[in-house]
């Protein structure tokens, strides 16, 4: 669990290094879904394919993310990589 914004800073700076050490040049997302749950809830849930700069496919997965409405402003609450076949299609309500 991160609990704070330099925890989760370094987090995807070790990610993000590990993917270039990879070859990793992109991300394609296939299907998103959003799903509001209330007037400040909401989730989102896609599926995406990372490939390398020779267009390799290096791995497919699945995230989905918990939002909170702050104001204007949506955050992520909750991050969870999964399967890619696990995406949260369908109707939530």
Do not use: N, P, Q
Not at 24 to 44: D, F, K, N, P, Q
Not at 77 to 91: E, I, K, N, R, W
């Amino acid at each position: 669990m991160l609990s704070s914004e330099g925890e989760a800073e370094a987090f995807l700076t070790t990610v993000m290094r590990d993917l270039a050490e990879r070859g990793y040049a992109r991300s394609e997302i296939g299907e998103s879904h959003v799903h509001v749950l209330s007037e400040t809830t909401g989730l989102v849930s896609v599926s995406r394919v990372r490939r390398s700069v020779t267009d390799r496919e290096l791995e497919r997965l699945g995230e989905t993310y918990t939002l909170r409405r702050t104001g204007d402003d949506w955050k992520i609450v909750v991050a969870v990589v999964h399967d890619a076949d696990g995406v949260l299609t369908g109707s939530c309500r």
